[in-house]
C-alpha cells in the first residue's frame, strides 16, 4: 500500500499566521492518464471530515481561498494564508492513485 | 442537499458479525459511489469498502475476507457487514460518497462502534 508521510505532526499557529504541511508519498501518485489523485480533507474536533483540496490543488465547494495545495508526483503541501479560528483541527491527505485508498496519520493545527 | 446518515448498532459482541447501513439522500447511488472509512478512537482514518455507481465493488486488502458491501437503491441505502469483530474493530465508521474525480465529498456524522463482551 501507499505510505502518506505527513510533517509536522503537530503545528501551533497563531491567528492570521501562514502555516504549511508537507505529504510525502511512497510512492508517485501521478498516473498513466498523466491525474494525480491527490486530496485534503479537515476534521475539526468533534465532526466528520470535510474536502478542502481535490487533485492537488483545486478547491472544495465553499473551501475559503485563504486555503491552496501544490506539488507533484511524491510531494505535496498545504498552505493556510492566514489561519483563522475555525482552520483549528486536524488535516489529513489522501491519495486514490493506487487502490487501497491510503490516508496520512494527519497534522494537528492548534493555537500557539 | 446532499446527506448520508449511518445507523448500526452501537456495542457488538467480539466475534460478531456488524451490520451498518448508510441512509443517503439529495443523490442518486445510481450515480455516486459510496465508501466506508473508519477512524478508532483517538486515531486517523481507514478506507474500508466502496461501492461504485454501476454496483461494482471494491475492498481494503487487509480486511477483505471480513467484508461485504451491497446497496438497496429503491432505499437509498449502502449496506456494510463485516465478521469475526475484534476488539480492534472499535471505531467510528462513516459513509461518504465518491464522484468521479473526488473521493469523499460529502460525508455522514458517523456510528460509534465498540466491540466489547
Known amino acids: 500500500d501507499v505510505v502518506l508521510t505527513q510533517t509536522p505532526s503537530t503545528l501551533s499557529a497563531t491567528i492570521g499566521q501562514s502555516v504549511s504541511i508537507s505529504c510525502r508519498s511512497s510512492?508517485?501518485?501521478?498516473?498513466?492518464?498523466?491525474?494525480?489523485?491527490l486530496y485534503w480533507y479537515l476534521q475539526r474536533p468533534g465532526q466528520s471530515p470535510q474536502l478542502l483540496i481535490y487533485?492537488?490543488?483545486n478547491l472544495g465547494s465553499g473551501v475559503p481561498n485563504r486555503f491552496s495545495g501544490s506539488g507533484s508526483g511524491t510531494d505535496f503541501t498545504l498552505k493556510i494564508s492566514g489561519v483563522e479560528a475555525e482552520d483549528l483541527g486536524v488535516y489529513y491527505c489522501m491519495q486514490a492513485t493506487h487502490a487501497p485508498y491510503t490516508f496520512g496519520a494527519g497534522t494537528k493545527l492548534e493555537l500557539k | 442537499q446532499v446527506q448520508l446518515k449511518e445507523s448500526g448498532p452501537g456495542l457488538v459482541q467480539p466475534s460478531r458479525t456488524l451490520s451498518l447501513t448508510c441512509t443517503v439522500s439529495?443523490?442518486?447511488?445510481?450515480?455516486?459511489?459510496v465508501s466506508w472509512v473508519r477512524q478508532p478512537p483517538g486515531k486517523g482514518l481507514e478506507w474500508i469498502a466502496a461501492i461504485w455507481s454501476g454496483g461494482s465493488t471494491d475492498y481494503n486488502s487487509a480486511l477483505k475476507s471480513r467484508l461485504s458491501i451491497s446497496r438497496d437503491t429503491s432505499k437509498s441505502q449502502v449496506l456494510l457487514k463485516m465478521n469475526s469483530l475484534q476488539t480492534e474493530d472499535t471505531a467510528m465508521y462513516f459513509c461518504a460518497r465518491e464522484s468521479i474525480t473526488t473521493p469523499f465529498d460529502y460525508w455522514g456524522q458517523g456510528v460509534m462502534v465498540t466491540v466489547s463482551s
Open positions: 510512492q508517485s501518485l501521478l498516473d498513466s492518464a498523466g491525474n494525480t489523485y
Open positions: 487533485l492537488v490543488s
Open positions: 439529495g443523490f442518486s447511488l445510481t450515480s455516486y459511489g
